[in-house]
């Protein structure tokens, strides 16, 4: 299934959809990294992003058992690349089937170095709508009504539940 990444200043990027075929929102953030891809899914630091992996290739191992046993907090996930036939010998799921089981969709296809050098000259933080093609008008309104990203306090998901004591 087709699918668009939307930048907020109207710039979208085409691509193939995997994981779970619904829309996201959120800001977008890169990954530069040659391996970690099980541990970016799933770190607070990237909770409600739409994480771009900068590397060619990504999801060649699969996913193993003990990294299926944490939930992702992702928002979205954009690659140029997508492995959908993992080779490793201790894969349990591919990213593809990881991501569906858990409602996050992903966009492969994507020059993501082009999006990467696209958010760079446009400064700031960048937010992003990622949506099936047979979702775009429908939606990208929706996008556009989002709010400002940089306005809402995402603190009570990752800090203390009660107060520290002096």
């Known amino acids: 299934m087709l699918a668009t990444v939307t930048l907020e200043n109207g710039l979208s990027f085409s691509g193939e959809m995997f994981g779970a075929a619904v829309p ?97 000259m446009t400064g700031g933080t960048a937010r992003a709508s990622l949506i099936p093609a047979l979702w775009t008008q429908s939606i990208s309104r929706l996008s556009r009504d989002q709010g400002n990203l940089d306005r809402k306090d995402a603190s009570f998901l990752v800090g203390r539940k009660e107060q520290q004591s002096a």
């Open 24 to 120: 996201a929102w959120g800001e977008i953030v890169f990954h530069t990294g040659m391996v970690d891809y099980e541990r970016v899914l799933t770190d607070k630091c990237y909770d409600r992003k739409v994480v771009v992996m900068t590397y060619p290739l990504v999801g060649n191992c699969g996913l193993g058992k003990e990294q299926m046993k944490k939930e992702p907090v992702i928002a979205g996930l954009i690659v140029a690349d997508i492995c959908q036939q993992p080779q490793h010998w201790g894969r349990q799921r591919s990213i593809s089937e990881y991501l569906q089981y858990y409602g996050i969709p992903g966009l492969s296809g994507v020059d993501t170095r082009a999006l990467l050098r696209t958010v760079q």
